[in-house]
């Protein structure tokens, strides 16, 4: 079974950075996955914000991210979302989300395993 845990959040001012981490066991010896950072800010649809995939490196972000968000894994465990120029508007609980199917997607329902989050507030 799939663990995924979450961490790096905390509360910082607009334009400062974050750098989130997120832990994945249960794999096993599977080497092809997607792993993707969702969020969700109160009353608000969860989003995505950046999936990778394991199988040919690729990276998707929405046009909503405008570069400032960037994924990156150091290894088959440990995967990042770093945070920059963080806006009052990305206020909101960032998910960890992995899922045996390699192709990087941008949707909730393509993701099988998910962490509890970690929350970012961002303010003045």
Known sequence: QVHI???GGGKVQPGESLRLSCEVSG???RIYYKIAWFRQA???EREAVACAS???GT???PGSIEGRFTISSAN???TYLQLNNLHPEDTAVYYCAADPAPTCSLVAGDFGSWGQGTHVAVSA
């Open 5 to 7: 845990v979450e961490s």
């Open 27 to 29: 794999f096993g010896f």
């Open 42 to 44: 109160p009353g608000k």
């Open 54 to 56: 394991s199988r040919d």
């Open 59 to 61: 990276k998707h972000y």
């Open 76 to 78: 088959a465990v440990n």
